[in-house]
């Protein structure tokens, strides 16, 4: 009988020393403490902190987050619960937030606080990452998607907030609390529409306005390289003589301006319309454009192009030259167009 005693007493002396055990041993990313308590690392939650907490941002639609300690009453927003929990360790509100300025000041009329996945998406708890609902996107949610994302503006514009969209119509000026959360398309020259999808036709004088055929012009534009020396010599300023070089700046039926890639001096017919036709997205179509060389020789070395948008509408015309110019004092002076 006294053995019988004897055992019984090792026995329970053995179980008042077990310690006690976290659930998964709090799975790595936590310390298990009293109570059988996990108190889980930073971005880690659940009584195991086997699950990940998502990111956050400004919230695009407040909500309030209900009766958190149980209470049975919901407590204003300057009172804060829940502290140390795993999503807010420094405590939150169970109803809208009441937030404060930078100098500490409380904000009663305040909205737009932080939350997870910033209200537009729900946290997947294995991987950490915000499930988006549609229309948004980022590691938080916190941007409004641009029209048709992924493939954002259909090819043919660039994804830009609200403030820098404001910014390019004029120097406007956004700093409302969703300045860098709505994103909007800025199209390319000949496009439009929300997501950039519809083409801008093209611009033209009214048929009515022209009266007969004999009224129709074509554009016609004239450039004249000139030099101030005996020789149709040009240089760039370098101390080799290579050729001087200049460029068209090229205006659309959009108002978008586009520069060819430079050409040299004293260039063929060929190389000009060449340099033209090489404008990217087909502005100028090849075989549209024509152009003629007219040699000018009197006290100045003068070439000039005349190029005509309508290849299949030649005319000669007669070009006089009344050119008013500085002289350049420098050696080897180069005259821009």
Wanted: hydrophobic share 30%.
């Amino acid at each position: 009988m006294f053995k019988i005693f004897l055992v019984a007493a090792c026995v329970a002396s053995f179980v008042n020393v077990v310690d006690a055990e976290c659930a998964n041993a709090c799975n790595g990313h936590g310390k298990c403490t009293s109570y059988d308590m996990c108190i889980c690392n930073r971005n880690w939650q659940a009584n195991d902190c086997s699950e990940r907490v998502c990111m956050y941002g400004l919230a695009h639609v407040d909500s309030p987050k209900g009766d958190l300690d149980h209470s049975g009453a919901l407590t204003g927003p300057d009172t804060t619960v829940a502290d140390n929990s795993f999503n807010y360790p420094y405590g939150t509100t169970e109803k809208f937030p009441q937030m404060q300025d930078s100098d500490l000041q409380n904000l009663p009329n305040s909205a737009h606080y932080y939350m997870e996945c910033s209200n537009k998406g729900t946290c997947n708890r294995a991987t950490g990452e915000c499930q988006c609902y549609e229309g948004y996107d980022g590691v938080a949610c916190q941007r409004a998607s641009c029209p048709g994302y992924p493939n954002s503006c259909s090819g043919h514009g660039v994804c830009k907030t609200i403030q820098q969209l404001a910014n390019s119509d004029n120097g406007n000026v956004y700093k409302l609390w969703d300045k860098d959360m709505t994103m909007g398309c800025e199209c390319d020259a000949g496009y439009s529409g929300p997501d950039c999808s519809l083409r801008d036709c093209k611009y033209g004088v009214d048929p009515l306005y022209l009266d007969d055929a004999a009224t129709v012009r074509y554009s016609t534009w004239d450039f004249a390289v000139l030099t101030d020396k005996a020789t149709a010599t040009f240089t760039d300023g370098q101390y080799d003589a290579n050729n001087g070089q200049w460029a068209i700046r090229f205006f659309d039926s959009h108002g978008e301006d586009w520069l060819t890639g430079p050409i040299a001096a004293g260039s063929s017919c060929a190389t000009v319309v060449a340099a033209l036709e090489a404008i990217p997205n087909n502005v100028i179509p090849s075989g549209t454009i024509s152009c003629t060389v007219d040699n000018i020789v009197n006290e100045l070395e003068t070439k000039a192009w005349t190029v005509d948008t309508d290849s299949t509408n030649r005319r000669s015309e007669t070009i006089w030259y009344r050119m008013a110019f500085w002289v350049f004092r420098q050696t080897n002076a180069l005259l821009e167009i």
